[in-house]
């Protein structure tokens, strides 16, 4: 039998959420990483600028990107294991948020043009 799709059974603004850190945990310049835990701390959160959010290499629209500003987001991830966090500064991607397979980065962004 196939693994379940979404097994922890996250809303479509936790996964929006999640996928995105996990692309910003993808990218040197926005986490710094724990080779030993296998831990993303998140150093830069996007902030949205007009209709759009820059998202590593991609432009994400500010609505697929709201979870950021979403105390109760953040909540729900990290009582699933997937984050730890002190909303809104700082957030740290555990190796299973890493490892969750979302499966929505591509329908919610684009490579970035500027």
């Not at 922890?8 to 990483?33: F, G």
């Not at 080779?35 to 590593?56: F, I, M, N, R």
């Not at 299973?96 to 962004?109: E, R």
């Amino acid at each position: 039998m196939p693994p379940r799709k979404n097994p922890l059974k996250l809303n479509k603004l936790q996964l929006r959420t999640l996928a995105l850190m996990q692309e910003l945990a993808r990218h040197p310049d926005t986490s710094s990483h724990d080779a030993q835990t296998g831990e993303s701390l998140l150093t830069v959160l996007p902030h949205p600028h007009g209709d759009h959010v820059h998202v590593g290499g991609l432009v994400v629209s500010a609505r697929d990107a709201s979870g950021f500003q979403n105390e109760a987001v953040w909540i729900a991830l990290q009582r699933k294991g997937l984050i730890r966090a002190a909303f809104p500064r700082a957030v740290t991607l555990t190796a299973q948020g890493k490892a969750y397979d979302t499966g929505l980065l591509d329908p919610v962004a684009q490579p970035s043009d500027h």
